[in-house]
């Protein structure tokens, strides 16, 4: 429940058993996992490391999670993001919404990870047999959250 | 009056600077003149141009050029973000 920026890893299924186990009123729990690509923009990725802003970022997920549940009729929500090194495969943000039909619960996931990728303070930096980068924020991710407004 | 100033990601790079606490000229009260205040120590601060893509908070929250600065009050500039 709530939000987390943590270093380490998280377990779906956990997170998933504790906005449901305990309830007989969730009809619909979806959920949403990013994970790190060996491949952006024509390179490999050997690795990358994940900046935020301790403080601002908390505050800019509870935030979005808050808007998500004045906009549909939700139980719960979940946003766990990682920061510092991560590898191919790795699991980089989790997001699960509860509410008692599908439609809410998919919209929120969608919502959250849309407004997250435009408003919460990480930034990418990714290891590439050319050297190190900075991602760059993509149009289409502005153009994702502002189908919201 | 006193306000400290927070870099990130790549402009924390380029700057070679995580952070600073600021005292601020006289009358300078917004985060469009902070930016621009800042853009005109030259060299690698032209990265704070206005017309560069930057993104900026003031005390953790996302902000505008006409947001209104006081005395304590925490400021970050950083690119847009890439998370997710």
């Known amino acids: 429940m709530g939000v987390r920026v943590q270093r380490q890893d998280f377990d779906v299924g956990a997170e998933i058993e504790a906005l449901t186990g305990a309830r007989t009123d969730v009809g619909a729990c979806a959920s949403f996992v990013g994970l790190v690509r060996d491949r952006n923009d024509g390179s490999g990725v050997a690795g990358m490391s994940l900046e935020h802003y301790p403080g601002m970022t908390e505050r800019a997920l509870e935030e979005i999670v808050a808007q998500a549940k004045r906009r549909w009729r939700l139980f719960d929500v979940t946003v ?44 990418k930096k990714e290891r590439t047999p050319e050297g190190e980068r900075w991602v760059d924020a993509r149009e289409a991710d502005d153009t994702a959250a502002s189908r919201w407004d | ?71 304590g009050d925490e400021v970050a500039f950083f690119p847009p973000v890439t998370g997710g």
């Open chain 2, 1 to 71: 009056m006193a306000i400290r100033v927070l870099y990130f990601a790549a402009l924390r790079e380029s700057l070679d600077c995580a952070g600073e606490t600021l005292e601020l000229p006289e009358g300078m009260r917004t985060l469009g003149a902070l930016r621009e205040h800042l853009h005109a120590r030259g060299g690698a601060w032209s990265a704070l141009a206005q017309t560069k893509n930057l993104r900026a908070a003031v005390n953790r929250s996302m902000a505008q050029p006409d947001s209104t600065l006081a005395d």
């Open chain 1, 80 to 123: 766990i993001h990682r920061h510092g090194a991560l590898r191919p495969g790795d699991r980089i943000v989790l997001v699960v919404a509860t509410s008692a039909h599908r439609a809410d619960a998919f919209a929120a996931c969608e919502f959250v990870m849309d407004y997250l990728k435009t408003r919460a303070p990480f930034w």
